[in-house]
């Protein structure tokens, strides 16, 4: 076991760790979470060798095969398969004692370096790399492509396939989505679900947290804290903690109210069964665990935009691509005020074309695409990042946005995205790649738009602001079209899922849970499957034939009430509607009707109620049906 006892640790004069202490057992899988700049990456240090403790020590990590995922990597020549597999130093070592033995002719000697290999699998190691590259989304040919052939994020890849490559007792892996798809995110889950080892990881994905964690490490007050769980029941476990802190407690019910009020809208216009029943499920969660958020420095909300068109923006029959190569045809989309709408796809599907064929980075190959007068687009990627001006401040950053406006507001804003004090008025250039997303998204916001196009936005973004951007995104009146691989953030923001496959775009009548599973199990496609055989005994598909009609007995009445719901909802709707319009009627607020108002008040407020019980009996039902196979 790995035991870290009254551990104080500084960098420079800011202290990170003051008696910090925590007994980590082999075999477990560990998150480490807190604020941007409490700790986590120099504690990631301190277990590596890289940095000495101020104080304290720590036991049990002699002899124990460290793997870590560095963050940057250095150009190479050498083929990407290479150089996921010179991970495993053994392996290098060995691979290049018997190419220079063979070189020289001196095959006596190399011919124990061929048992040697044998022994750790090593003929095996080019075919495993390239397994590894594939899941994490690089294309078949990757493996004999130069590394420095490949983006930043992209080396950033490698150097995770590199660290999963390496043999090891305990992997160290700092952020290891931040530059995945949410395809090659699901594969990585897989992975460490059935690594053996201990594996220490730093994350801002909760969904990602509680799929593959079952302890959870705190930074907090330079202080160690650790819980039972994932993140989940971490966040559950701190709630009720904070809740008792009446210091809290108006900030508290605020963002409850807040959360509140988009279950009660969404409730009402929930129209897709599994999507509606996790994502109220989810809302309601959110509501539970607000208090354990109440300390975030972020508090930021979309504010209205001074118009708005309907539709925003809308796509017709259009080919999507660049020059002469179409990636996605016979698109049509239309986004109107209050659309959500979440992007899935495979890597290299086309997602990044849609969005910026929509925003007006790319012109359309053939089609039509025809923005609203008052439509005021919020377009956010990582390249907005790489866009900042390194030596102006963000309050510089919004005053040229707004050169009209007063710097006292600039800073209140800035604010709530915790840039206070000097962080607000210093140059960006040292800033973390969180602190630039922050500000890049902080720019978006200010600009007030009504139709947000988001790219990857959680990126380098700590948990607590991407729950204060869940809260704001709920809160937003806009349209909304948005790429993530964090589940939890688009399971919370978005109603509509569309999938961007083979060439198209078409909605995705799943859930995320479904898609999960479609994924998964396309990646399990190259096991070997058992073989049947291909005559089967009359007594069996009697049976078959059996528990089949069995199992359209039990739908049938289920579907009839199902039916019989949804004409009623519809009749429900249309009185609604009607009652509506009558309300327009201006000479109905005068004094010589108000009676007649009264009544149509009471009647709006009856059918409301109405149409609310019966959305909810449709939920119900909904699920009942799936639980049965319907």
Known sequence: MIILRDIELRRGSKLLLQGAQVTIQPGQNLALIGANGSGKSSLFALLLGQLGADGGEIEGMNNLRLSHMAQEVHATDLPAGEYVWRGDQQLSALMDKLQALESAGDYAAAAPLHSELEAIDGYSAARRAELLLQGLGFADDAANRPVSDFSGGWRIRLNLARALMTPSDV?????????????????LQQWLQQYAGTLLMISHDRDFIDATCE?????????????????????????ERLADQQASYAKQQRRI?????FVRRFRYKATKAKQAQSRLKELERMQAIAPAHIDSPFDFSFPPAEKTSDPLLR?????????????????????????????????????????????GQLPLLAGSISPGEHCQIGYFDQQQLEALDMEASPVLHIQRLSPDAREQDILNFLGGFNFRGDAATSAVAPFSGGEKARLALAMVVWQRPNLLVLD?????????????????????????????????????????????????????QQDLEGYEKWILGSIRTDAPTAQTSSHGDDGSRKEKRQQAAAQREKIRPLRKQLASNEAEMAKVEGQLAALQQSLGDSDLYSESRKSELA???????????????????????????ESVGG
């Open 456 to 508: 990857e936005p959680t990126n380098h973004l700590d948990l607590e602001m991407r729950h204060a951007m869940e809260v704001a995104l709920q809160a937003y009146e806009g349209a909304l079209i948005l790429v993530s691989h964090d589940r939890h953030m688009l399971r919370n923001t978005v109603e509509e899922l569309l999938l961007v496959h083979d060439g198209r775009v078409d909605e995705y």
């Open 599 to 625: 009544e149509l008040l009471q009647q709006e407020g009856t059918l409301k109620q109405r149409a609310s019980e019966l959305e909810e009996a449709w939920l119900t039902l909904q699920e009942t049906l």
């Open 315 to 359: 796509i017709d029959e259009a080919a999507l691509g660049y020059g002469d190569t179409t990636v996605l045809s016979g698109v049509d989309l239309q986004l109107r005020p209050g659309s959500r709408y979440g992007l899935l796809g495979r890597n290299g599907a086309g997602k990044s074309t849609l969005l910026k064929s929509l925003v």
């Open 215 to 239: 302890r959870i490490l705190h930074i907090e007050q330079q202080q160690l804290f650790s819980y039972k769980g994932n993140y989940s029941q971490f966040e559950a476990q701190r709630a």
């Open 171 to 187: 992997l160290l892996l700092d952020e290891p989505t931040n530059h995945l798809d949410l395809d090659a995110t699901l594969w």
């Open 257 to 261: 109210a807040e959360i509140d009020d």
